[in-house]
């Protein structure tokens, strides 16, 4: 994904150049003076954005003019292989979601045009049919798949066991599929065959890459896939976003099976095998993931290579695909395609949102589940709230009160329960009994996105960014689908001009400012943080506390805090409140609780 031209990384890498007015000069003004302070490497990557894919567009319209016959027919196989591998890209790539039985979807648009030729049925019904159906049968597999701790593991084998079953009743239903031997498809001519397999597979990408990877739910997708934990915390509907890429990878792939059966001539339950499925991901994993161009350049190259060597040394040539595919895993592992796209991309982190969400980083405000009146209502009011791990009871009936503006500090021994509450709060936890209102709204049973609309913010222990995307980006992704999206305060300024370095790089204290930038920029009401200055020195840890208690005082939003370091809670709480055995033990003022015998017991161990 490249950064459109005049953005704020063509400024930063236009600094880290070094490129500068002259001595003396007069400031720089209007479009001119930007114009010429760009440098000639950053002219000409813009040039070439532009002219690549020009040039390409004519190569392919071109290709019959000076191509052979098999030659042709060939690329056209090749385009619908491509096709194919950009279908499982936007699972594996985009969603990170991997399929290692995806040629099930595959083999249902061949078989759709097999069988209405055969059958003499309706070629545009079928094919709608079969891509339905593929989208049917992929929801239900990956909901399942998104429900385990781990969904790889369940979504390899159900789709392997989908195509398995596939197969099975292509091979056993012969008078409808022929059985083993398949069924004959025929086609126009090659010249023909080629230009309607280029439009159709133009027009799936276009429509992938307008609804799908350029837009808002392209930005969506890129934090579900690379950070699900502060996804959902920016509140973004992860498994919506992550389930219903993984159904347009199935139509796409339904869709280049359709493109297919006509080109091979033949359609067989080899279709739904294994075999395609493993080499669709060799495909993927040479050309390189999360590009619309790398999909095609491996599958493309693949199938050339096939079609004119393999026959002949065919040996040889599996030896020399398997040897280059582990080179390329080793040695290139974001495929053959990402250095010239790296290059192309200029300075700055490999990953970038797309240019939508960089042009227009808010979002209209939009109506918000608060009180309909005007009496203030308490962020938080938890009563009775029980939660057990086995047979270990966590919190064994916990009530508590945040009132509007006010920042109540959570305290106790380890093993007390304050994570344990904080995660049922946020909505990472759902209660075993108890009630749970945020801003007078039950709150029990609703998901953590649902609660971040509410007004909830969170920040963890260890600070949660997406590590592949600039700061700059980090915080355009946390204003998305922020009901009232802010501006950063100005002492984030230097994060929210940072476009040239991957988040993950930054130093533990700017990564805990960004988190924190991020939360802000979504204008929470409540805000729940877990050791916020666990791993910072005393200077960070002392600016971070400065930062909060302006936070609580400029924009009135309560603040839930679990701390182990008093000087901290002592700045900070306007209560405290002592946990033990997963209930309060003691509230008031850390003085008043550390006075309190009760919570010196808890602590000592004493009895």
């Known amino acids: 994904m490249t950064v459109p031209a005049g953005s704020a990384a063509a400024t930063g890498s236009a600094a880290a150049t070094g490129s500068a007015p002259a001595a003396g000069a007069a ?12 440098p000639p490497a950053d002219r000409l990557r813009r040039t070439l954005r532009v002219a690549l894919p020009g040039l390409a567009a004519a190569g392919l319209l071109a290709a019959p003019f000076g191509l052979d ?22 699972s594996w790539g985009r969603a990170g979601l991997l399929s290692v039985g995806h040629a099930a979807f595959f083999g249902l648009g061949a078989y759709a045009v097999a069988l209405a030729q055969e059958h003499d049925l309706p070629l ?29 593991a369940p979504l390899i084998l159900l789709t392997i066991g989908v195509g398995l079953l596939l197969q099975r009743a292509a091979t056993t239903l012969t008078p409808v599929t022929g059985g083993t031997n398949g069924l004959s498809v025929s086609g126009p001519d090659v010249v023909t065959s080629y230009y309607v397999t280029l439009g159709a597979v133009a027009a799936v990408v276009a429509v992938c890459a307008l609804v ?17 934990e502060r996804a959902a915390q920016s509140g973004i509907d992860g498994t919506r976003v992550r389930s219903a890429a993984f159904a347009a990878s199935a139509a796409v792939a339904a869709l280049a099976g359709a493109l297919y059966a006509p080109v091979a001539g033949l359609v067989s339950p080899q279709v739904f095998g294994l075999g395609l499925s493993t080499s669709v991901l060799i495909w993927l994993a040479l050309g390189g993931r999360e590009s619309t161009v790398g999909p095609f350049v491996g599958a493309v190259a693949v199938t050339v290579g096939q079609q004119y060597l393999g026959s002949t040394w065919q040996g040889w040539y599996v030896l020399a695909l398997a040897a280059l595919f582990l080179l390329v895993v080793q040695v290139a592992p974001a495929g053959l395609t990402a250095a010239p796209r790296r290059l192309l991309a200029g300075p700055g982190p490999d990953l970038r949102l797309p240019a939508a969400a960089r042009r227009d980083p808010g979002r209209t405000p939009r109506k918000t589940a608060k009180a309909a009146d005007t009496t203030p209502v308490a962020p938080l009011v938890a009563t009775g709230i029980r939660k057990s791990f086995g047979p270990v009871d966590v919190l064994t009936g916990m009530d508590l009160t945040v009132e509007a503006g006010k920042c109540v500090c959570l305290i106790g021994p380890n093993g007390a329960g304050k994570s344990t509450f904080l995660n049922v709060v946020a909505g990472q936890l759902a209660p075993d009994a108890g009630s749970l209102r945020l801003f007078g709204t039950d709150a029990t049973g609703l998901p953590v996105h649902r609660r971040v609309a509410l007004g909830v913010g969170r920040m963890f222990q260890i600070p949660s960014v997406v590590a592949d995307l600039s700061p700059a980006d980090n915080l355009r992704l946390a204003r998305v689908e922020a009901p009232e999206p802010t501006d ?28 924190l930038a991020m939360v802000l920029s979504a204008a929470p009401r409540l805000l729940l943080l877990d050791e916020p200055a ?74």
Do not use: K, Q, W
């Open 27 to 38: 400031p720089a003004h209007g479009p001119a003076t930007a114009t010429a302070a760009t």
């Open 212 to 228: 799908l990877t350029r837009g808002r739910f392209g930005t969506r997708l890129v934090a579900a896939a690379r950070n699900p």
């Open 69 to 90: 016959a098999f030659a042709v027919a060939t690329l056209t196989l090749g385009l619908c292989h491509g096709l194919f591998a950009y279908g499982l890209d936007l």
């Open 488 to 515: 950063p305060p100005a002492e984030f300024a230097d994060l929210v001009a940072d476009e040239l370095r991957p988040a993950g790089t930054l130093p533990l204290a700017d990564r805990r400012r960004l988190e």
């Open 534 to 607: 666990a791993g910072l020195g005393p200077d960070d840890a002392r600016r971070l506390t400065r930062e909060l208690r302006e936070l609580g005082r400029r924009t009135g939003c309560a603040l839930l805090v679990v701390e182990h370091d008093m000087d901290i809670v002592r700045e900070l709480a306007d209560e405290v409140v002592v946990l033990a055995g997963g209930t309060v033990l003691a509230r008031g003022s850390l003085d008043e609780v550390a006075a309190d015998p009760a919570v010196r017991a808890a602590y000592l161990g004493a009895h």
């Open 124 to 152: 545009t019904l079928t094919v709608t049919a079969a891509v339905v159906a593929a989208v049917l049968v992929a929801l239900p597999v990956v909901r399942i798949g998104l429900a385990a701790p781990v969904p790889d």
